[in-house]
């Protein structure tokens, strides 16, 4: 059986949240399917950096309709952990080859504070302290990288952050996309701490890593509760 679905218009995380689901959907009921990657809007327009075992992903042509509805209750937290393992990334960062825990910082739009996922700025700044406490009080972690999107913010963050942690810089170049370096990153540590209440971003990087999220709120105050990741609480 092949079924058609036609992807959200939306960021990196919500997208790989439904090549997910059809993942799962695909191991259960033994079938393959074709993936509208929809680069509705151009300050959410993306390349493919990504391919899967069992979804087939393209930008080209939308289909006349979805088959399927997506509903994440409807899977098991083994069934989305097999899921991510058909998902990988189509390049690779050899320069990325010892251990560390990463730290995700984002603010922008979700600083609009319009819904249970965003927040204020004095939540982010809180949200900060607390894990940067948590980072100063534990010096066993040799590597710390430090993925934001902004920089004023990372430069105050890395400012209260103890002077003897090593913090890697990363080496952004032309050749792949900043968000997916970003995500790819977060998905090859040993710990992700998510800085913002709620990010899509980090909460999918976590599962297609298998690395455990760090959150600093109660996860059924946010939609995180429904991605079914391996989290540690505050």
Request: glycine share 2%.
């Amino acid at each position: 059986m092949l079924i058609n679905f036609n992807g959200r218009p939306d960021g990196l995380g919500n997208r790989i949240e439904e090549l997910i689901l059809l993942e799962a959907y695909c191991n259960r009921n033994k079938c393959k399917c074709n993936y509208y990657w929809n680069n509705l809007y151009q300050y959410r327009t993306y390349d493919i950096y990504l391919k899967c075992k069992n979804v087939t992903i393209q930008k080209n042509q939308r289909y006349a309709k979805s088959d399927i509805a997506l509903n994440s209750a409807m899977y098991s937290k083994e069934e989305i952990n097999n899921a991510c393992q058909n998902i990988h990334f189509t390049f690779d960062l050899p320069w990325l080859d010892f251990k560390y825990h990463s730290v995700h910082i984002r603010s922008t739009d979700k600083l609009n504070n319009r819904d249970k996922d965003e927040f204020t700025w004095d939540t982010l700044c809180d949200s900060m302290n607390k894990c940067i406490n948590v980072i100063n009080t534990n010096m066993d972690v040799d590597n710390y990288i430090i993925v934001a999107d902004d920089d004023d913010i990372k430069t105050k963050f890395l400012k209260n952050m103890n002077s003897k942690i090593n913090v890697i810089n990363i080496p952004y170049d032309n050749v792949y996309p900043k968000e997916y370096i970003d995500l790819y990153i977060l998905s090859k540590s040993d710990l992700i701490y998510m800085v913002p209440k709620f990010s899509s971003f980090s909460t999918t990087a976590s599962l297609l890593g298998s690395t455990k999220l760090y959150t600093f709120f109660d996860e059924n105050e946010t939609s995180l509760y429904r991605y079914k990741a391996n989290i540690l609480k505050h």
